[in-house]
Structures are given as C-alpha cells and as structure tokens.
C-alpha cells in the first residue's frame, strides 16, 4: 500500500487543469547530490513567491534527492532543516528506495547502488572508495549504516510515495496507464518509464514526475515531466502551478 498524501479537493468544470484554490505549488526536479543547484533552486523559489500574489506556497520534491552529486549529506540535511514560507513535501524516488533498503540490511544491493551513484553519496558521508571496495558488500553496507546520521535515516523514512493537489498529481517516476490510483504499485510510482511515458492520453489527473530525463520541461496531455537531468546537464527545473497557469524555473547552467 503506498502512502498517499490526502488530495485537496477541486471543483470541476474547467477544461485546464488547475491547482487548488488559494495555494501555488512548485514541484522541483531531480537533484542528485548537487546542493549548489538545489541553493540556487531554493532562491529562485523565495523571490517568485516574494513577487507573486500572496498564496499557501507548497515545495514537492520529486525524489532523487541523492546519489550521483557531491553533496548528498548536505542537500539532505539542507533539507531535512528546510524553512520558509512554504510547507514541503519530500517524494520517494528509486535511488532513496535503494538506499533504505540497504540501510535496512540488504547488502546484495550495495554493489549496484555504488555504481550508479551511491559512491558519490558514500564519499560525501566521509566514505573512502577504496575502503569500500576492499570490505565487500557486507562491509561496505555496515560502514554505509554506521556513517549515515540517524536522523538522516528518519528523513529518509519519512517520505511520502506520492501527493496529490487539485488536478495534479505527484509522483516520482510515473503511473501505469489504466490502474487506479488508488491501485498504483510502489515499483511503478518510483520506477517506471514504458509504458507511462509513451503514453499519450489524459490520466485521472495530470502526472507531474521526474526520474526520466528530458532537454527541458516535458508537457505531454496527461503529464509534466521534470527532470531536466540535473547532474549530466547542469540544469534543476521546477513547474510552478498557480491556478490553472503553469511556469518554469529553471537554475543552473545548461552543459
């Protein structure tokens, strides 16, 4: 059963979909490890709610916090400690189902978590590669544990699997065309790509979601894709949806 957050309910009748009344929401991409972008993100956020008209400000965070980047332990506690005026909401993507699991015992998947990116993530935890290498997987999977901040792990727990306000609906990777939502299973929430992306008709609610990559904002009729690949391209987006207009944020400088 996946977790998730209570919808605010919207009036039908408009054929634009629409965030809820009173409320702008903003849904940032994958980050990957790159807190440099993420303070640039978190900037570009506080001036357009400073110069929009006064709103509940809500921050969805699409997942894939970690990984890949530099600095995964600060983007975590950067967020982990995150105030302002907005209320945040923090996605569970694949590459933190990885990373719990192992932080729940499961040592078969260190090896492959290092290679795509969990390295990056050990070293910011103060992890040497070469360590790591030498102790083997249930080694490296104790160190990796024992140097994860507790408190780190708790946030990580926390996560919701998807969010959903007004005619959006949040989700890390995607949904599987034709399930309910209410049937939609974590794998898909946080893994999928075909068949979701090359679908081309309107879902119970417009999908807003990251984890595949795209030059830039990927507006299909039934979903927003997000992820402008960050750690490749040097480029974090966010969508911001405000009533029924949507705009782009976009920080960082395209490789």
């Known amino acids: 059963m996946n977790r998730l957050v209570k919808f605010w309910s919207q009036s039908e009748g408009s054929q634009r979909p629409r965030a809820p009344s009173g409320v702008r929401l903003y849904a940032v991409g994958d980050i990957h490890g790159h807190g440099a972008l993420l303070e640039q993100m978190l900037a570009a956020i506080e001036q357009d709610i400073a110069q929009a008209r006064p709103a509940d400000n809500?921050?969805?965070?699409?997942?894939?916090?970690?990984?890949?980047?530099?600095?995964s332990?600060?983007?975590?506690?950067?967020l982990r400690t995150?105030?302002?005026?907005f209320k945040s909401v923090f996605l569970t993507g694949n590459h933190?189902?990885?990373?719990?699991?192992?932080l729940e015992g499961d040592d078969e998947?260190?090896?492959?978590?290092?290679r795509f990116g969990g390295l990056e993530c050990a070293q910011s935890y103060g992890l040497e590669p070469e360590r790591l290498r030498a102790i083997g997987a249930a080694g490296a999977g104790e160190a990796v544990r024992e140097a994860i901040p507790e408190a780190h792990q708790q946030f990580l727990r926390s996560f919701a699997d998807s969010f959903g306000?007004?005619?959006?609906?949040?989700?890390?990777a995607g949904i599987r065309p034709g399930v309910p939502l209410e049937q939609q299973s974590l794998t898909d929430l946080r893994w999928i790509r075909s068949p979701f992306l090359e679908y081309r008709h309107h879902h119970p609610k417009v999908v807003v979601h990251g984890?595949?990559?795209?030059?830039?904002?990927?507006?299909?009729?039934?979903?927003?894709?997000?992820?402008?690949?960050?750690?490749?391209?040097?480029?974090?987006s966010a969508i911001v949806l405000d009533g029924a207009e949507q705009r782009v944020i976009q920080v960082g400088n395209r490789r």
């Open 82 to 85: 995150l105030a302002g005026p």
């Open 165 to 172: 306000a007004g005619d959006y609906l949040f989700v890390h």
């Open 96 to 102: 933190e189902e990885v990373l719990i699991r192992i």
């Open 109 to 114: 998947l260190v090896g492959d978590w290092l």
């Open 211 to 236: 984890h595949s990559i795209s030059k830039d904002i990927d507006r299909r009729p039934g979903r927003i894709g997000v992820d402008t690949g960050a750690y490749r391209t040097g480029l974090l």
């Open 73 to 78: 332990a600060a983007v975590l506690e950067r």
């Open 58 to 71: 809500v921050l969805v965070f699409l997942g894939d916090l970690i990984d890949r980047g530099p600095s």
